[in-house]
Nanobody, 116 residues
């Protein structure tokens, strides 16, 4: 059974940094595309960043500020967030998408609040 556990959210001032982590168990790393999504109050969930075997992709709003990376040995995907803005405030979810089956596993979500 696939399980994912997120960590690393919190309260940070504008301009600050946070790193989110998402550790997975019960998966074969290379079969999944990994991503981070976020959902702000009253808004739809949106893609923030994704990483596959040979590429990364980012939402325009976070390009140059956020970096997604993965550690195969630890089955963990990270989201390094720098130069945070109040509009980055949201619940952040990690996602493991199994490419061949089109199925998804979601993390439980972690709150990121950017405020002075």
């Amino acid at each position: 059974q696939v399980q994912v556990v997120e960590s690393g959210g919190g309260l940070v001032q504008p301009g600050g940094s946070l790193r989110l982590s998402c550790a997975a168990s019960g998966i074969l790393w290379h079969l999944y595309r990994k991503g981070w999504y976020r959902q702000a109050p009253g808004k739809q969930r949106e893609l923030v960043a994704m990483i596959s075997a040979d590429s990364t992709d980012y939402a325009e709003s976070v390009k140059g500020r956020f970096t997604i990376s993965g550690d195969n040995a630890k089955n963990t995907v990270y989201l390094q967030m720098n130069s945070l803005k109040p509009e980055d405030t949201a619940v952040y979810y990690c996602n493991y998408h199994r490419l061949s089956r089109g199925t998804d596993v979601w993390g439980q979500g972690t709150q990121v609040t950017v405020s002075s």
